[in-house]
C-alpha cells in the first residue's frame, strides 16, 4: 500500500502527543480511557497488528465473556469514530484480518520510542569511538521520559517502559564512559543532569559528583550531595541504599574548598541566619554529630540522651499511609524543633520516626521534654487517631552495654542486638 501525505508522529516518551505533519492535534477521549489504550496499542503494535484474544485480555483481563467482546466491538466503533473527528484525512485506519487488528491505512507513521530504540541500536554497534559517542549523546538527549507514564501499570506500558529505561542507560553509560576518557566532564554532567531530571533515584548524581570533582568545582559537588540527601530522606521519607549512602560520604571527603582566609572559611560555616529552637540536620550529619559526641562525653561526663519518637495509629501501629505520613511528619519535625533548646539536635530516621539528642539533661527531664514535643505536636494535630510514642536511652549506657539499638535503615523501629 502506497504510503503518502504528511507523516503521523505519536510522541509516546514523556507523555503523549499527536503531530499530522506540522500540526499538533488531539484526540477527543481521556488518554487513560480504553479507547486510547486501544489506540495506543495497535499503535505500538505496528504493521504485525495484534491479536483480538490478546486484545481483550489488555483491555479486560481473562473474562472472554459475552459482554466483554461486545464491549471490544464498541471501543473499535467508538475509535474510528474518534479518528474521523481529527485532522487526519478520512480513511479506514482500523482494519482486522484473520482475528489481527491494525492501524494504518495510507499513513507513514513515526512513533517516537520506536524511532529512540533503533537509534540507540545503531550508535551502540557503531564501531568508530568518535561517531559513537556523537550518536550516543544524540540519542541520549532525544529521551524525553518514560514510556506513556500516565499508564504505567499496564503489563504492556511497564514491558515497553523498562526496555526503552534500559537502553537509554546503556547508552547513557557508554557516552559518559566514552566522555571520560576525553576529560569532557561538561558534556558529561550535562547528560546526567538531564538522567537526574527524568529518573532522580537511580544514583546519577555519583556520577554528577564525579564530573564536579574532576572540574573542581567542590561546593557544586556539596550542593549535589546536599540536595540528594534531602531528597531521599526528607521530602520522600526513603532512605537510600548502603551503597549509595557509603558512596555519597567518600564523595563528600573527597570535597575540599579552594585556598581562603580564615574569615572566608568562618562565613561559609556560620549559619545564614539566627533559627530559634532544635537543629534540624539530614541523617547523614547526625550520624557524624552523634559520633563525635559520644567521643566528647568520654572526657567531659556529659549526660546525653538519645530520643527515638515515632508516629502511630491509635493501636499504636507505625503510620504509614503516605498521605497522612506527609502532613503529620511535617507537624511532628515543627513539634520537635519549637520544644527544644539551640543546643538539641534531631534529624528524620524513617518515614514516620524522627531521632533526637538531648544534651545536658538528667533522665527524669526526658519525660517533661517529650510531654513538650507531644504539646505541640497535639497543638497542630489533635486527632487522637494519630499517637506519638517515644523510646530515650543514654549515649553512656548505649556504650557501655553495646547498645541494645543500632542505627539502620531497612526498617521501622530500632533493631535489637
Known amino acids: 500500500m502506497e504510503k503518502k501525505g504528511p507523516v503521523f508522529t505519536a510522541n509516546m516518551l514523556g507523555g503523549l502527543s499527536f503531530y499530522y505533519g506540522e500540526e499538533l492535534f488531539t484526540i477527543k477521549c481521556n488518554n487513560t480511557s480504553k479507547v486510547m489504550q486501544l489506540f495506543l496499542m495497535l499503535l505500538e503494535a505496528g504493521e504485525e497488528g495484534m491479536p483480538r484474544v490478546q486484545l481483550l485480555e489488555s483491555l479486560y483481563g481473562r473474562d472472554d465473556t459475552q459482554d466483554t467482546k461486545n ?37 507513514t507513521i ?20 568518535e561517531e559513537r559517542l556523537e550518536a550516543l549523546k544524540k540519542v541520549c538527549e532525544s529521551y ?45 554532567l550535562e547528560l546526567c543532569s538531564r538522567a537526574i531530571e527524568i529518573y532522580p533515584f537511580e544514583e546519577w548524581q555519583l556520577v554528577q559528583i564525579d564530573c564536579l570533582l574532576a572540574m573542581n568545582r567542590y561546593k557544586e559537588a556539596l550542593k549535589v550531595y546536599e540536595d540528594a540527601t534531602t531528597l531521599f530522606f526528607e521530602e520522600l521519607g526513603l532512605s ?7 558512596r555519597f560520604r567518600a564523595m563528600s571527603g573527597q570535597i575540599h574548598y579552594a ?12 549559619e545564614k541566619e539566627f533559627i530559634p529552637g532544635a537543629y534540624y ?12 559526641i559520644v567521643r566528647m562525653i568520654e572526657r567531659s561526663g556529659q549526660s546525653v540522651f538519645l530520643m ?14 503516605e498521605e497522612l505520613l506527609a502532613e503529620h511528619a511535617s507537624d511532628l519535625s515543627q513539634a520537635i524543633c519549637k520544644s527544644l533548646r539551640r543546643g538539641d539536635l534531631y534529624t528524620r530516621y524513617s518515614p514516620n520516626q524522627f531521632l533526637v539528642l538531648l544534651m545536658g539533661i538528667k533522665q527524669e527531664d526526658c519525660e517533661l521534654t517529650f510531654r513538650r514535643i507531644n504539646a505541640k505536636f497535639r497543638e497542630m494535630c ?28 531497612s526498617g521501622n523501629h530500632w533493631k535489637k542486638q
Open 308 to 321: 527515638l519518637c515515632t508516629l502511630t495509629d491509635s493501636k499504636g501501629n507505625p503510620l504509614e499511609k
Open 240 to 246: 537510600p541504599s548502603e551503597k549509595m549512602l557509603a
Open 110 to 129: 513515526h512513533i517516537d520510542n520506536k524511532i529512540f530504540l533503533a537509534n540507540a541500536d545503531e550508535a551502540l554497534k557503531m564501531e568508530d569511538k
Open 71 to 107: 464491549a471490544f466491538r464498541i471501543l473499535v466503533f467508538r475509535l474510528r469514530r474518534l479518528l474521523e473527528d481529527t485532522i487526519i484525512p478520512p480513511d479506514d485506519y482500523v482494519t482486522v484480518e484473520k482475528g489481527i487488528y491494525r492501524f494504518g491505512g495510507h499513513l
Open 281 to 292: 540536620c539530614s541523617y547523614p550529619s547526625f550520624i557524624d554529630s552523634y559520633r563525635i
Open 144 to 188: 524525553s521520559g518514560e514510556f506513556l507514564p500516565f499508564l504505567s501499570n499496564e503489563e504492556w506500558v511497564a514491558v515497553e517502559s523498562t526496555r526503552c529505561k534500559e537502553m537509554y542507560f546503556s547508552c547513557l553509560r557508554e557516552a559518559c564512559s566514552l566522555l571520560k576518557e576525553n576529560g569532557r566532564y561538561e558534556e558529561m
Open 259 to 270: 585556598m581562603g582566609t580564615l574569615t572566608d572559611i568562618k562565613d561559609s560555616l556560620k
Open 382 to 409: 489533635p486527632s487522637q487517631r494519630i499517637q506519638l510514642r517515644y523510646y530515650v536511652s543514654s549515649i553512656a549506657e548505649i556504650r557501655k552495654e553495646k547498645s541494645n539499638i543500632r542505627f539502620g535503615t
